[in-house]
């Protein structure tokens, strides 16, 4: 194919589109505007689920990255002058905060009728400092009862709602409804007894199992572990714009190199799996709509070209070469592509994300959101143009390829 | 300008046919030849191989001393768009095209850049000047005809095949294109080849070659 084979084809292709029958060419353009529509939506909205729950992650429970206790060559509690520690993360640039969290176990005692009848509830119990961590973590936006405090008393607790139970589904091992303002009683694992007044309960879903975490102040954490100016682990939150989470994670491993690192990613447990199945769900169906696309392409470019063989037939008779009607055939299909892809996103970003703005779709995690990165677009519009192209060639060629009087005469 | 030696056509099937029974003949350079016979008789056939539309069982064909049958496809291709024009019974012409896009677009595929201006002066040669911009369903019968011909002749090709081009048309209209050729024949030295059924027609030829049955029957001045 030299200038002119291509001109000519363009010209081919340019004639039969502006003389073809408007109908036709609006009836292929809204189906691939359909088959595009439904390519970006199936996996817009099911990356925008993966998303939605690692942002409820990020947001609620782990930051983006993890600093824990060092490991080898000898085990640590606890990750010591954690002033120090922080002060030192806080000035790497990007960093948006970093906080400290004291991990605790122990067992939840709750009599809620005052009856004698105890619930009794196995948990984690995380101490913070709830001034800092709302700086990084968004827990107390999920509060449906009470509050969670600035300023959190040593004798003050919040807990999740699958904890305490009375919302939503029933937990197997919640303390059976307890109640902002109500006392409950903590047998920590190092043989110390407490008791607090519940002042907030937060609900979460799909966030592995901080809804069924406790949360008191730092300071009591420290009383009940005889430490101090310590953290079992100190979560930090970045700013992805300026750097990697990988950069940051090497930037703060050369820092500590003695203490562990990880991302929030490895604390998803089995949303983690629920994620990347719904990935691998996400490019099944990609797959299974360009495929779709590609069909659709290849039925009305056939229909079209048979429609055409007459046309084809006298082109060859006057000596164009049949590569040419080839490439004018995909280029009718790169415009009907190009129509297709722009009529889907037309419709994606004028029409369906104002409307899912305005209406939006509940989800476990919060409201469902179509979720594109400007990749996953190039993907999906490269993706529908190479279908576009194999699915014109392929008819063009095989109608191209007949006698010329078979053509021309039938 | 054309040779053909023991030309055979055999149409396979069932029962092969055979349409041209060891076809030789010779067409001179600026000859206005037509090929003459019953519906049946093989000259549509014949044209068609000469013109590189079919390819023949066997025999040889050299157009301008090149051997044609021994061109591969794309050759063969190449060669209609520099050598040859078709003037076809039923007009041919691209539906999508104007008058004038129709004519000049060989001649662009072929990267004539005075396509244009060449198309133009064409069908002004064959009394289209004020047609040129009407789509071919906007044209009579004889006016489609008249623009297939300006097309056949963009690249200036060695020979003229016309395959009944006035079969369709009125007797007016058919006078018209005759005139037409027989101007071309004379005074650009156009070889034309042309098919036709009408006895009538021989007068404005300078030989006509019988065929009955696939071979030819007889030739006359």
Known sequence: MNRIDIKTAFFIAYKTIVKGHKSTVALIVFILSLSFFNLMFVSGFLYGFSDGIMKSMIDNATAHIILMPQEVPTSKSFIFDQDAVIAEI???????????????????????????????????????????????????????????????????????????GGFGTKQTKDLGGATVGSKLQINYSNGTTRTYTIVGIFSLSMVGSVASTAFISDSEAEKVLGTYNNASEILIRVDLEKNTLEQYMARIQGLFPNLKLEKYTTRLSTVGILITAFNLIAVIVSIISIIVSAITIFVMIYINALSKRRQIGILKAIGIKENIIEVSYIFQSIFYS???????????FLIVIPIMAVKPIAMPFGNAVLVYTSFGITINIVSLIIAGILAGYLPAKIVARENILKSIWG | MIKVKNLVKTYSGEIPTLALKDITLHIKEGEFVALMGRSGSGKSTLLHQLGLLDTPTSGSVAINNIDVLSLSDPERTKFRLQYLGYVFQEYALIAEFTALENVYFPAMAFGDNIAIERATELLTLVGLGD???????????????????????????????????????????????????????????????????????????????????????????
Do not use: C
Request: aromatic share 6%.
């Open chain 1, 90 to 164: 806080s000035s790497i640039p990007g960093v948006v905060g970093a906080v400290r969290h004291y991990q605790l176990g122990g067992t939840l005692v709750y009599d809620k009728n005052n009856d004698g009848n105890f619930k009794y509830s196995s948990a984690q119990i995380i101490g913070i400092n709830q001034a800092e961590e709302k700086k990084i973590i968004s827990l107390n936006k999920a509060i449906v009862s009470g509050e969670f405090p600035d300023d959190l008393k040593n004798d003050e607790i919040v807990l999740g709602a699958n904890l305490s």
């Open chain 2, 131 to 221: 047609r040129m911009n009407h789509y071919p369903s906007e044209m009579s019968g004889g006016e489609q005809q008249r623009v297939a011909i300006a097309r056949s002749l963009i690249n200036n090709p060695k020979v003229l095949f016309a395959d009944e081009a006035t079969a369709n048309l009125d007797t007016v209209s058919s006078e018209v294109i005759y005139k037409l050729f027989q101007k071309l024949n004379k005074e650009l030295k156009q070889t034309i080849l042309m098919v036709t059924h009408e006895p009538e027609d021989r007068k404005y030829v300078d030989r006509v070659i019988f065929l009955k049955d696939g071979v030819i029957e007889e030739e006359k001045k």
């Open chain 1, 338 to 348: 190009i129509l297709g892809i722009v009529g889907g996103l037309l419709v994606i």
